[in-house]
């Protein structure tokens, strides 16, 4: 199941991931999340090195980060086999991100700066501005991946500006520890989707000025509760399979 592989996967800036061993975890980590290993296939240390062009030795470093993180399960002393992680921790890895990210937004309107607001609403009169361009090449019938590249580029940028608003490093990593979705998975499935259907999750964008107001006001429970639904109803969307009918809550 392609949701739950970044169930501990750490974060982009671990001081790990330049290493070998590093990029071996991360290759292995994507491959599954890509469904290039499928849950139950056989992995092993010098199937891995090969595939990897590596030697033995960060491989198994890897292969030993995997396991703790639950993404393998060894079967014999070189061999190892993807973990299958059922659909009940896909809930809970759920829950966990909700919950991570409301309080990243309980602690911005915080700590927030008046230039960081600023900023937040100047990234989204950018978002604006796309959302305007996006719609119009929509009506006329032309092409629109390249304006929504940049615009989920642009609303990337919102989110990390949110993070960095809250000021708290802990929080931030947790974050990219546990999110259901990698960054490159959370791209594809969004562009998949907006570009089988152009008004797929854009309703949502408004619920982003709502936020900065709340962070102005320095309302953290209205933060929070903000971010909350924005997060649990783009979860839920992205998670599920295109052209399933959404759950009546």
Same mark, same amino acid.
């Given at each position: 199941?392609?949701?739950?592989?970044? +169930? &501990?996967?750490?974060?982009?800036?671990?001081?790990?991931?330049?290493?070998?061993?590093?990029?071996?975890? *991360?290759? #292995?980590?994507?491959?599954?999340?890509?469904?290039?290993?499928a849950p139950g296939e056989k992995i092993t240390e010098r199937g891995l090195a090969?595939?990897?062009?590596?030697?033995?030795?960060?491989?198994?470093?890897?292969?030993?980060?995997?396991?703790?993180?639950?993404?393998?399960?060894?079967?014999?002393?070189?061999?190892?086999?993807?973990?299958?992680?059922?659909a009940s921790a896909v809930e809970d890895l759920a829950e966990v991100e909700?919950?991570?990210?409301?309080?990243?937004?309980?602690?911005?309107?915080?700590?927030?700066?008046?230039?960081?607001?600023?900023?937040?609403?100047? +990234? &989204?009169?950018e978002a604006d501005d796309l959302l305007i361009v996006i719609k119009?090449?929509?009506?006329?019938? *032309?092409? #629109?991946?390249?304006?929504?590249?940049?615009?989920?580029?642009?609303?990337?940028?919102?989110n990390d500006a949110v993070a960095a608003c809250?000021?708290?490093?802990v929080l931030a990593r947790l974050l990219e520890q546990t999110r259901v979705f990698t960054r490159a998975e959370r791209r594809t499935r969004m562009l998949d989707r907006v570009l089988a259907n152009h008004e797929f999750g854009l309703d949502r964008y408004t619920s982003h000025r709502a936020l900065v107001r709340a962070l102005r006001a320095g309302?953290?429970?209205?933060?929070?509760?903000?971010?909350?639904?924005?997060?649990?109803?783009?979860l839920a969307d992205l998670r599920r399979e295109p052209g399933q009918v959404p759950s009546a809550n």
């Open positions: 199941m392609l949701v739950v592989v970044s +169930v &501990l996967v750490m974060a982009d800036k671990d001081p790990q991931s330049d290493t070998l061993a590093g990029r071996a975890y *991360r290759s #292995v980590q994507e491959a599954i999340a890509a469904g290039g290993l090969e595939r990897l062009s590596m030697s033995p030795t960060p491989v198994r470093e890897a292969i030993r980060r995997l396991e703790q993180d639950g993404l393998i399960e060894r079967v014999g002393p070189r061999t190892v086999v993807v973990a299958d992680i059922g909700i919950a991570l990210r409301g309080l990243i937004a309980r602690f911005a309107a915080r700590h927030a700066t008046t230039a960081q607001l600023d900023e937040l609403d100047a +990234v &989204l009169d119009q090449r929509d009506a006329e019938g *032309r092409p #629109v991946e390249k304006h929504l590249n940049v615009l989920l580029d642009t609303m990337q940028r919102f809250a000021g708290n490093a309302d953290s429970a209205a933060a929070e509760q903000i971010t909350i639904d924005d997060v649990r109803g783009g």
